[in-house]
């Protein structure tokens, strides 16, 4: 257990349907990362959360968004899903001066 | 634009050998790099790192190596070993720690360790 933890684990659903994926960090990590991990295409960063505050934005669709919330739990919502956004979904976080990431284990998102 | 670059999609070597990985970067701002392993339905995990300060990092079986005219790393696991076989991603940083930091990842290497 990496202490970063990702719900729902797997996740199916149609084509225009709107999902929210969420994550809790390491307990004291006020950074949250999200990666979306497609087939052959790495891990791509999404976006990025600092303490409540939007800190980047990699390559994050018009149709998805994040938040982080006061507890620093954070949630990334997908809408109008298409049929190419099936991916695995990774959340990360972080402690302040680590130099790496602490992953969670991921959400499968498959869109049908 | 891909700054952080695994050329060999997948890598397969025999028990007791050993098993070089190998990534190439371009942006020269990059000063931290770690390498991390994934096996499938898991998230990846923290395996070594290096700062751009040093030309080498060794961990057990493990050993990371930083050309920084070259702008390559590479990692040598010896002995391989069957368990170690899964995807490896390089990861790069140009800033270390922080409330900024981001890590850029190459598409990941899926090595193969035959008994």
């Known amino acids: 257990d990496s202490g970063v933890t990702q719900t729902p684990k797997h996740l199916i659903t149609a084509t225009g349907q709107r999902v929210t994926l969420r994550c809790s960090p390491r307990?004291?990590?006020?950074?949250v990362y999200w990666y979306q991990q497609s087939l052959d295409q790495g891990l791509q960063f999404l976006i990025h959360?600092?303490?409540?505050?939007?800190?980047a934005k990699g390559n994050i669709l018009e149709r998805f968004s994040a938040q982080q919330f006061p507890d620093l739990h954070s949630e990334l919502n997908l809408s109008s899903l298409e049929l190419g956004d099936s991916a695995l979904y990774f959340c990360?976080?972080?402690?302040?001066?680590?130099?790496?990431?602490?992953f969670g284990s991921g959400t499968r998102l498959t869109v049908v | 634009d891909q700054q952080v670059k695994q050329n060999s999609p997948s890598l397969s070597v025999q028990e007791g050998r050993i098993s070089i990985l190998n990534c190439d970067y371009t942006?020269?701002?990059?000063?931290?790099f770690l390498w991390y392993k994934k096996y499938p339905a898991e998230g990846p995990t923290f395996l070594i790192s290096?700062?751009?300060?040093?030309d080498k990092n060794e961990d057990g079986r493990f050993t990371v190596f930083l050309n920084k005219s070259a702008k390559h790393l590479s990692l040598h696991i010896v002995p391989s070993q069957p368990g170690d076989s899964a995807v490896y991603f390089c990861?790069?940083?140009?800033?270390?720690?922080?409330?900024?930091?981001?890590?850029?990842f190459g598409k990941g290497t899926l090595l193969t360790v035959n008994p």
């Open positions: 990360a976080s972080k402690a302040v001066f680590d130099y790496g990431y602490t």
């Open positions: 307990s004291g990590d006020l950074s």
């Open positions: 959360y600092y303490n409540g505050e939007e800190r």
């Open positions: 942006n020269s701002m990059f000063d931290y």
């Open positions: 290096i700062s751009s300060i040093k």
């Open positions: 990861a790069a940083s140009e800033e270390s720690g922080g409330s900024n930091y981001k890590l850029t």
